[in-house]
């Protein structure tokens, strides 16, 4: 440990005294190009606000152009998506076909801006009827995980040929990782990264995403496939396997309640990290902001401050394009 002379010799205001000088020895930046942008992508005509998470939209393919041009401007270069399917069933159907609205959303986007990076959610939940990442045994609601794997094999395939940049699977299934690297590599695709969700807790904080992505389970919870939170050797043990398996980036989700998760990915492996600011951090954010508790910029860029500060190379927030804009 370094020790400095006692004041008067060490006054540490001299680099605090000016804007200029406190930029100059900032020791973590933040930009726009850092960001990735969730997306809701609904098959009807309608553009529907999410009622619990302000500014947030479920697009349709037509304002789904329109925000995608929005974002260019503002200096977004990445997004993810998220289907909403018109008709959902036990197996997923809809995210593997080349006319499901994953496949879609992607292809418009990619159409309208070739050079925005497009990262696919790839999981079970948001394509089935009863709102599990996994398939399910009818007789007994076990969840099923090599028919998982068979089915993400699928669909990870699908969304790359639709022009998906980084395939991002979501539902914490044991070998997910190595079963779509092994599929996207047989079909081709052997530059597609892959973006795991390796750490993904089962957080409270995820209730209204499951209103946009209309995904609520619709019995038991998901505490048998995403982590427990008080664990965070387990974390490094999934991350481990995950780059066994050939992941590419490593994600920490949730990001604002787990920063000792995402600094213990980032001082352990030697690859991009992620982190996702969900949906109930930001809702949270815009509540107490309503309310006129806090002010919703500076703690909001605080907060992103922080999940970088912590390790972050990526951050997945709604917030990307009010940073943008509160920078521009």
């Not at 939209?57 to 503002?74: V, Y």
């Not at 699977?169 to 973006?195: C, E, H, N, W």
């Not at 209204?208 to 043990?237: H, I, S, V, W």
Request: glycine share 4%; with cysteine.
């Amino acid at each position: 440990m370094n020790y400095f002379p006692a004041y008067p010799v060490n006054r540490p205001r001299r680099l605090r005294r000016t804007d200029s000088l406190r930029e100059l020895v900032q020791e973590t930046r933040l930009s726009t190009s850092d960001l990735i942008y969730p997306l809701f992508v609904r098959h009807d005509s309608n553009k529907n606000p999410i009622s619990s998470m302000p500014g947030q939209f479920q697009h349709s393919l037509a304002s789904l152009q329109e925000e995608i041009r929005q974002i260019e401007q503002l200096g977004i270069k990445s997004v993810i998506v998220f289907g909403i399917p018109e008709k959902k069933d036990a197996l997923g159907s809809d995210n593997l076909s080349q006319s499901g609205i994953a496949s879609k959303a992607i292809s418009v986007i990619k159409k309208i801006c070739p050079d925005m990076t497009v990262i696919s959610d790839l999981c079970l939940c948001d394509y089935s009827d009863h709102g599990h990442c996994s398939i399910i045994d009818p007789n007994n609601h076990h969840y099923l995980n090599e028919p998982t794997l068979e089915y993400l094999s699928k669909a990870a395939v699908v969304h790359a040929q639709a022009g998906s940049d980084i395939i991002a699977p979501s539902g914490m299934m044991d070998g997910m990782v190595q079963a779509i690297r092994s599929s996207l590599d047989d079909a081709k695709f052997i530059y597609t990264p892959i973006m795991s969700y390796s750490a993904k807790y089962a957080s409270a904080l995820y209730a209204p995403f499951r209103e946009a992505a209309e995904c609520a389970p619709q019995f038991g919870n998901r505490k048998t496939y995403q982590m427990d939170p008080p664990n965070a050797r387990e974390a490094l043990k999934e991350m481990a396997i995950d780059i066994a398996e050939g992941a590419d980036i490593l994600m920490v989700k949730p990001a604002g309640f787990y920063l000792d998760i995402i600094q213990s990915a980032k001082a352990n492996f030697n690859v991009p990290i992620a982190a996702y600011q969900v949906s109930g951090e930001y809702s949270m954010f815009h509540a107490a902001a309503q309310n006129g508790w806090i002010d919703l910029q500076n703690c909001a860029t605080e907060s992103l401050v922080a999940i970088k500060r912590a390790g972050a190379n990526l951050i997945l927030t709604y917030f990307a394009k009010d940073f943008a804009q509160w920078n521009s």
